[in-house]
């Protein structure tokens, strides 16, 4: 396993929308053999427009913290009576926006997961400033969980996005593992897009000569991983279309999807790349979100 004791986090917010992500994290939680976390952030305001008062009213600064703490031991005490023989359970109330307290949560968490709405068919989602700015700053994985509640959990494959630079061990490592845990098989997926390339009038011989070299690639990255990992049937999958397209695709019939994201710490760090904002916001699955620095159980060596 990746994680030791570190709690599997979840954002709640009270509302049906956090309904997924609790689940999820839940099984994650019992999976790793860790604790869960909810948690739930607040901000005092002296003025406001909160149920039940008109904009501009006055509140007691501690009505919030009321809210809150109520808001997360109801969660808790759902959660515990849903999966007694589940994870051990507890619930934290935090001071500040939800961003800064999961992104703080995160330092010491094995995940932290966030809810999503799924809106309709496929492409309709709305991720929220949350969960964008979570996955691309989180210190552990990032999870991004849309759906409804009671919707169906799919039982399909842990897809992961093969990336041929820094990503690849730590998304590969995070990959491997959940698919152990889970006991399902993995399906890789590189994407080898060859549709800008057209453009210079390749023949069939050059077309396959790059395909060849993508396969070489695809198995170079996996080098190794599956003999880490025995147990776990890997299929792999080269996909000649523009990544985001290729795992949302993919997405339809997955249980979860894994990609990897660069340096949190980055400059322009709260922003995701153009690949990885893409496939949050239009994917149907559970999103994992792996970072470059993302300490994985010893990658194989080649």
């Known amino acids: 396993m990746i994680s030791s004791s570190r709690p599997v986090v979840v954002g709640v917010t009270g509302t049906p929308d956090s309904d997924p992500a609790i689940r999820w994290a839940a099984q994650e939680a019992a999976s790793l053999r860790v ?3 909810l948690l739930h952030a607040y901000t005092y305001a002296a003025f406001g427009s909160l149920a039940g ?6 509140i007691e600064p501690s009505y919030n913290r009321d809210l809150a703490q109520g808001l997360v031991d109801a969660a808790v005490a759902a959660q515990v009576r849903a999966d007694p023989g589940g994870p051990e359970t507890t619930g934290v109330v935090v001071e500040g926006t939800g961003v800064w307290a999961l992104l703080e949560a995160s330092a010491g968490a094995s995940a932290v997961v966030v809810g999503s709405r799924l809106l309709g068919p496929i492409g309709a989602t709305l991720l929220g400033s949350t969960g964008a700015a979570v996955a691309a700053r989180a210190a552990c994985p990032a999870v991004v969980v849309r759906g409804v509640p009671g919707g169906p959990a799919v039982a399909g494959s842990v897809v992961v996005g093969i990336d041929l630079g820094p990503l690849s061990a730590p998304t590969l490592g995070y990959a491997f593992d959940h698919a152990s845990r889970y006991g399902l ?5 590189l994407s080898w897009y ?3 390339r057209l453009l210079g009038r390749w023949s069939d011989g050059d077309l396959q000569d790059f ?3 993508g396969h070489l690639m695809l198995a170079e990255a996996l080098a190794g991983w599956q003999e880490k990992y025995p147990d776990v049937t890997v299929e792999r999958e080269l996909v000649d279309r523009h990544p985001v397209d290729a795992l949302v695709a993919e997405s339809l019939t997955a249980h979860t999807l894994v990609i990897g994201a660069h340096d949190r710490h980055a400059r322009l760090g709260s922003i995701l790349g153009s690949v990885s904002q893409g496939v949050l916001h239009h994917a149907t699955c559970p999103v994992v979100v792996v970072h470059a620095d993302t300490v994985v159980s010893s990658a194989p060596q080649h």
Do not use: K, W
């Open 211 to 213: 395909r060849t070299r």
């Open 194 to 196: 060859s549709g800008p």
């Open 185 to 189: 098989p993995l399906r890789a997926v």
């Open 53 to 58: 008062f008109p904009v501009g009213a006055e």
């Open 35 to 37: 604790p869960l976390q």
